[in-house]
């Protein structure tokens, strides 16, 4: 790999990232000692600059940073190395340096989940999500076998609104009813990796 260190340094920087959740962890800096240590045990090694010598992230703590990949940027002067962290990154004993619990996301589905959450805490009865999530489990699964019949019937029609339309209440309708039986996204998406 081409590496461009800096001449005055001889450090390049190193942007840590969970391979799994895509959450950036921290940001280090190797020299070349630091990456041919990294490469050869397959746990990220980097050079302290307030120490001036090599440490490998959790050689205190516990909490390594297991190597997956390293990828060089552009410009060959910045690594993007992809880790399975054991346990927090941060000194500070949180999940990223910048305080942020490093969990899988779905970017608005998400959100979207956040919002569902929120409504059926919430006191509001008139919101659509309360007062189906009041109705019961049994109303909540009713509602999705009907989305889901009505996204195959949208299937076989060439409207591709109405298919889009009818995916998108069936999907909505599904986040409501994981929900109501406890899980989240994260739960289907992690059967389905076992899967592959």
Not at 86 to 114: A, I, M, R
Not at 157 to 185: C, M, P, R, T, V
Request: net charge negative; with cysteine; glycine share 6%.
């Amino acid at each position: 790999m081409n590496i461009k260190f800096n001449e005055k340094s001889g450090l390049v920087p190193a942007i840590i990232q969970d391979v799994n959740t895509k959450n950036v962890l921290m940001l280090g800096y190797m020299n070349l000692e630091a990456y041919t240590k990294t490469i050869e045990t397959n746990l990220v090694t980097f050079y302290s600059r307030s120490k001036q010598r090599l440490w490998t992230k959790g050689e205190e703590s516990g909490n390594y940073l297991n190597l997956v990949s390293i990828a060089n940027d552009c410009d060959n002067d910045s690594l993007l190395i992809k880790v399975n962290p054991k346990g927090p990154t941060c000194h500070k004993g949180t999940d990223t340096c910048w305080g942020e619990v490093n969990e899988q996301t779905f970017g608005f589905l998400t959100d979207l989940e956040s919002v569902i959450k929120d409504r059926i805490e919430g006191s509001d009865s008139n919101s659509y999500v309360s007062s189906l999530f009041a109705k019961g489990i049994n109303k909540i699964a009713q509602k999705v076998g009907e989305e889901a019949v009505e996204v195959v019937i949208e299937a076989k029609d060439s409207n591709d609104d109405l298919f889009l339309n009818e995916s998108a209440d069936l999907l909505f309708h599904y986040l409501i009813l994981l929900q109501a039986k406890g899980y989240k996204l994260a739960d289907i998406v992690n059967v389905l990796k076992l899967r592959s």
